[in-house]
């Protein structure tokens, strides 16, 4: 028994002086050197479009997938996660309903689609496609615009991000660059 | 197939290359050798004992070194299921969040002082900022410390000679914190933050969607700082209810290399660690090449089964199983990272496991039930592997009838219950739990999936807490009294009973003479 309080003092202080050396100093010291160096990631990787007139709008963050559905956008992941078995019936149900909802929304489209467009993702706001899938809709997107498909191949082009290192990671297309370029913002 | 060939076998190449120069550092911690930081930190370090009332160069016996070790630990619960209990009433909450659930709290305490930090709740939408840095994140430092003070002593039990004593625990901890993990986590949450990782006090954003200008919330928080440490402390437990798959967690290839590295890069460093302390490099890299085999063997058969055996679909181009996985990562890093993350105890994710092929989602399944022993948790993972060392040497030493022996210490009965309870406890607590849930009438409620993958849900789960890991299948809903309640407990019982072990069984360890290796020995 008295071993036992002769120890609860030391715990005792030593949580608090951990606290505020890992959670007040080493925070802080953190936060004070993202917010100096990398402001903007820091902040969210927030994208800010600055218009002729001076003024700007901001139009979510690069990092965060936005839904669009019109035909003259590129077309991310379904939002949401499932955590569904991959090989299980229900999964295989929603699949098709994402299958049938590409081959109506662009039923010249003969092409297979790819994966990417009809699973969800780990976070469920990916805002990633593969460039297979950015591929997929340049044909449509170009249509619905009135624009050379070469045109619309360029911009998501521009907004590719390969490997890094060459091989680590895979390729990644991002969508709302690509659409704010589509929309002549960025 | 060939690219992510190239992928793990960089992992591998670079895993075990700052393992070795830092498993040596961390050795020159432990012994108290000076090191490059010793100059600025040892006011920090001596004022702090000064503090607690605590003579760094008076050690402690085996009971003595448990007792500071559960102190600590139960100070550290009560403090951080009152920091949640209380949040809505404290600063740092631009959210206005209220505390969670009592229940609720409990098991996020026992999670994070367990160092499992299974997480029943998402952090954006139940914990403060001022909870997750004053609470969380100190707990991710102090119980990966708490894991490797253990382990320094069951060292120091094989090195010592008719000894009573062990070390000191808070000297442990406080090196192991200042010295190890704090300049370590610096440097990663910087280069998080660089690659996109929030880091800021502000509120979460608000901003108009491109296309039909409808709101979209954005969370932030200090993220970086407790994502560095919750992956070199195996810990695991995300700042965001989705951890390392969303984008503000890990941002780009570069950002997820930087984590799974971070995984492992402690655990792997104690292999070498402890063959400098046994003065005996080839016992480190036995361990470490023993884990080093499952782990590889882990990783093919997930990356082939998420890439090969994954569904197929009329008119979708087959490219492997993409279900719960994101684009950047792909099935390459999201298979790495699923092998990695439960071969340690680390149990973050950037892939959905509920979602992984049945191969897939067998294998890290198969990694925490073995105990959290391939690399394992930091510390933890390497005194759990010698007890199986010293399991194997018993039993080896009864089949040729010799007095069994390990680095010229003899393995006797107490020694051996000590190994049992380090290696039984898990197994027990997950059947007992996974038992325990299946017979409960609601079970079926808790699930997503149906059927067989509906019951993997239970048992993954319950495998994860009876393993310090804190990954999920994360269809199945944890938030409820039962788990909460019922995983909170095994949580802790299964870190501290088999911790506590340890210590004991260095204790004894330390008390005996060491017999002369000879080649007649072969253990």
Known sequence: MIKIMKQIKPALVCLVGMTILCGVFYTAIVTGIAQLIFPWQANGSMITVRFADGTQKEYGSELIAQEFLGSEYLIGRPLGT?????VSAEQSELVQTRIDWWHSFDPDNTAEIPMDLVTASASGVDPHISPAAADYQVGRISQARGMKESEVRNIIQTYTKGRFLVFIGEPAVNVLKVNLALDGLL | MSIFIWQNLFFVVLLVGLSIPLGIYVYHVMIGKKVFLTPVLT???????????????????????????????????????????????????????????????????????????????????????????????VQNFVSAATGIAALFALIRGFILKQQNTIGNFWVDLMRTTLYVLIPLSLVIAIALVFQGVVQTFGPYRVSATLENGSAQILPLGPAASQIAIKQLGTNGGGFFGLNSAFPFENPTPFSNLIEVLSILLIP???????????????????????????????????????????????????????????????????????????????????????????????????????????????GSGLYGMLAFVLLTVFIAGLMVGRTPEYLGKKVEPFDMKMVCLIVLVPPLLTLLGTAAAVVMPQAVSWLTNSGAHGFSEILYAFTSMANNNGSAFAGFNANTVFTNVLGGIIMLLVRFIPMSAAVFLAGNMAKKKTVAVNEGRTF
Not at chain 2, 292 to 312: C, K, N, R, V
Not at chain 2, 328 to 343: E, F, K, L, M, R
């Open chain 2, 268 to 378: 792997a460093s104690l292999c070498v660690t402890f063959g400098k302390a046994v003065k005996d490099g080839r016992q480190g890299w036995a361990i470490y090449i023993t884990m080093m085999i499952f782990f590889i063997a882990a990783l093919i058969l997930t990356t082939m089964s998420e890439q090969l055996f994954g569904p197929s679909f009329e008119g979708v181009a087959s490219s492997g199983n993409m279900e719960g996985k994101e684009i950047i990562h792909g099935i390459g890093a999201s298979s790495q990272w699923a092998v990695v993350t439960t071969a340690a105890s680390n149990g973050s994710v950037n892939a959905m496991h509920d979602s992984l092929t049945p191969l897939g989602g067998l294998v890290p399944l198969f990694l925490m039930q073995l105990g959290e022993i391939v690399f394992g948790g930091v």
């Open chain 1, 82 to 86: 499932s955590n569904l078995s991959p």
């Open chain 2, 43 to 137: 006011p920090v370090e001596k004022g702090l004992y000064k503090l607690m009332g605590v003579r760094d160069e008076e050690e402690m016996n085996a009971k003595e070194y448990t007792l500071a070790i559960l102190l600590f630990g139960l100070a550290g619960l009560i403090f951080l299921w009152l920091l949640q209990m209380l949040q809505g009433f404290l600063p740092f909450n631009p959210e206005g969040l209220k505390g969670p659930t009592w229940h609720l709290a409990f098991n996020t305490a026992a999670s994070f002082v367990s160092n499992t930090n299974w997480q029943a709740y998402s952090g954006e939408s139940t914990l403060s900022y001022l909870t997750q840095f004053l609470g969380l994140t």
